[in-house]
């Protein structure tokens, strides 16, 4: 077992006296591991002169179909002004498609296109994969656990956000 982990019913005895070079570790290793993680997809991005912001754009326009700009800017937490370059960009390179909304017309809905699919897929492909082969590794009871920590890391607003999407979808 690794540091700072142990069986059942000690699990929150022991993590509740994690040191500072342990948590130190954990600080450390989440930042080598976002680089791995964003690092294949960032390879396919470059290839179109697209960044981050772009594939979380993607991922979510992808993961709640006809969401308004104004959830996508709820979920991703940046300003107008830079969503709308990056879903300019987006649109006129025929990945995303934006809708009047037929309820309230000052709504835009958006929707990826089969091309956006396409990269979408391609993008999510090669996280899932990494992703897969890690918990592979870790095991059965890591996946549970990593979902946890994760969600215990976000922001209460941002935690029912991702609660919400992950029940919905939006």
Do not use: C, W
């Not at 989440?30 to 754009?57: Q, V, W």
């Not at 326009?61 to 969503?83: M, P």
């Not at 890690?134 to 215990?152: D, Y």
């Amino acid at each position: 077992m690794s540091e700072g982990s142990s069986g059942g019913g000690q699990r929150g005895e022991t993590l509740l006296y994690l040191t500072d070079e342990q948590l130190r570790k954990g600080i450390e290793a989440m930042f080598f591991a976002y680089k791995g993680f964003t690092s294949d997809p960032d390879r396919i991005l470059e290839t179109r002169g697209y960044g981050r912001a772009h594939h979380r754009a993607i991922h979510f326009i992808g993961r709640a179909h006809g969401t308004t700009v104004n959830n996508l800017l709820a979920i991703l937490g940046v300003t107008k002004q830079s969503l709308n370059r990056v879903l300019r960009t987006l649109i006129e390179d025929g990945l995303v498609e934006s809708r009047v909304g037929t309820r309230d017309k000052r709504e835009r809905h958006l929707f990826l296109t089969e091309e956006g699919e396409t990269l979408e897929r391609a993008l999510s492909e090669v996280q899932q994969a990494r992703m897969r082969e890690a918990f592979r590794i870790a095991g059965p009871g890591a996946v549970a656990g990593f979902r946890e920590v994760l969600e215990a890391m976000m922001d209460p607003e941002m935690r029912r956000r991702y609660q919400r999407l992950a029940e919905t979808g939006q």
